[in-house]
């Protein structure tokens, strides 16, 4: 079937460095793709997200970069704050948008370290 | 405020005794779906719905049921929960299928 995966579990950052967190996806006919935070206790949260045509989108401190060719994605968060704390997770659409459904990876969980 | 609203946000039940989770959303939001959360296995789809009246199963529907009478709720209903149903469940929105989807805080549900 179809799958998700984060390249790391954990990922342990010290407070204002960058942030990395990568995702890998199975189908490469995949066109949209979200990223979302959890924080514990609480529902996912949307953060971003990016289509097929594009490579790049840029948020608020955040970035996805999206290379189609590899099937991989990323999360670019800026000068982390402890506040970024949270399990990370991308889902990228599987089939067309009315008919299609979206495929969460287990997630990442960041640390960010005072 | 925008938001998807779950009841109850904890659930203890026994075997066989029928439950309802309520959501509802404020967006005017078309799409609505139900998701559990299991350690190791990410998020799943329950039952989802493009519209009102309008439901269909995701991947695992079993052992579920739902209902979109009017367009802000969808509820779930578990008619005989049984252990293996006990988990973190999400109602999730959104104005078009699959995009952006706005999650609710989760209902922990635990069936004894």
């Known amino acids: 079937g179809e799958s998700v995966g984060l390249h790391l579990p954990t990922l342990s950052v010290q407070e204002g460095d960058n942030s990395i967190i990568n995702c890998a996806y199975s189908?490469?006919?995949?066109?949209?793709f979200i990223w979302y935070k959890q924080e514990s206790g609480k529902g996912p949260q949307f953060i971003i997200d990016?289509?097929?045509?594009?490579d790049k989108r840029q948020g608020q401190r955040v970035t996805v970069l999206l290379n189609k060719t590899v099937k991989h994605l990323s999360l670019q968060i800026a000068a982390t704050q402890p506040g970024d704390s949270a399990v990370y997770f991308c889902a990228p659409l599987l089939g067309s948008s009315n008919t299609g459904k979206l495929i969460f990876g287990q997630g990442t969980t960041l640390q960010v370290k005072p | 405020e925008a938001q998807v609203t779950q009841n109850p946000r904890y659930l203890i039940t026994v075997t066989g005794k029928k439950l309802t989770v309520t959501c509802s959303q404020n967006?005017?939001?078309?799409?609505m779906s139900w998701y559990r959360q299991d350690p190791g296995l990410g998020l799943r789809q329950i039952y989802y719905s493009m519209n009102v009246e309008v439901t269909d199963k995701g991947d695992v529907p079993e052992g579920y049921k739902v209902s979109r009478k009017e367009k802000r709720n969808f509820p779930l209903i578990l008619e005989s929960p049984s252990p293996n149903q006990t988990s973190l469940y999400f109602c999730a929105s959104s104005s078009r299928t699959n995009e952006k989807l706005f999650f609710g805080s989760g209902t922990q549900l635990s069936v004894l």
């Open positions: 967006m005017n939001h078309e799409y």
């Open positions: 189908n490469s006919a995949s066109d949209y």
């Open positions: 990016i289509r097929s045509n594009m």
